[in-house]
T-cell receptor, first 119, second 115 residues
């Protein structure tokens, strides 16, 4: 079974600065996907960024980037130029392909990190 | 616009009662999922269904039941056997069709409180 660990229950950052959220995971799979989801106070889950394990290049989406270290099973999220709207709970999540490759979707989540951006 | 609708947004249950949470999607997605969210524990998978009339237990299925009679609908019943049902419940869906088959869409959730 997979496990995902986020060791930072809460983080804070000043507006316009950079913050990094940590995530480690454990799996015996060689092919899988990793995600960061954002859950703002509205509680709507929003996909921030996705990383495919077989791709060595780190994923980036505008101000969001990851540092994916497959051997270390580490997947951190860097938020640059933090904005007040980035205040949210952030979840790291793991997805493995189901047998036969036709059915994805089951996610294993970490405990979450509450990020507060201060003006 | 396509999406996932969960209802109600807030639900109150007396001890010993069964309650059903609704989840409907118009994304033509194949698979649907129910997650439970508790403070400090992230989201945990309750049940999932990859095809109509079939579903599988997730990590915390005890005290819950589901049905999948239609592709669009995946209701969750919280039974009286669930000892600590107060939580936030999220429904999600995914398609089997690449390249979008790794992206999960979530509803806005139902907050269930036992009174």
């Amino acid at each position: 079974a997979q496990t995902v660990t986020q060791s930072q229950p809460e983080m804070s950052v000043q507006e316009a600065e950079t913050v990094t959220l940590s995530c480690t995971y454990d799996t015996s799979e060689s092919n899988y996907y990793l995600f960061w989801y954002k859950q703002p106070p509205s509680r709507q889950m929003i996909l921030v960024i996705r990383q495919e394990a077989y791709k060595q290049q780190n994923a980036t989406e505008n101000r969001f980037s990851v540092n994916f270290q497959k051997a270390a099973k580490s997947f951190s999220l860097k938020i640059s130029d933090s904005q007040l709207g980035d205040t949210a709970m952030y979840f790291c999540a793991f997805m493995k392909p189901a047998a036969g490759g036709t059915s994805y979707g089951k996610l294993t989540f970490g405990q979450g990190t509450i990020l507060t951006v201060h003006p | 616009d396509g999406g996932i609708t969960q209802s109600p947004k807030y639900l109150f249950r007396k001890e010993g009662q069964n309650v059903t949470l609704s989840c409907e999607q118009n994304l033509n997605h194949d698979a649907m999922y129910w997650y439970r969210q508790d403070p400090g524990q992230g989201l945990r998978l309750i049940y999932y269904s990859q095809i109509v009339n079939d579903f599988q237990k997730g990590d915390i299925a005890e005290g819950y039941s589901v049905s999948r009679e239609k592709k669009e609908s995946f209701p969750l019943t919280v039974t009286s056997a669930q000892k600590n049902p107060t939580a936030f419940y999220l429904c999600a869906s995914t398609t089997f069709r690449a390249p979008k088959n790794t992206e999960a869409f979530f509803g806005q959730g139902t907050r269930l409180t036992v009174v």
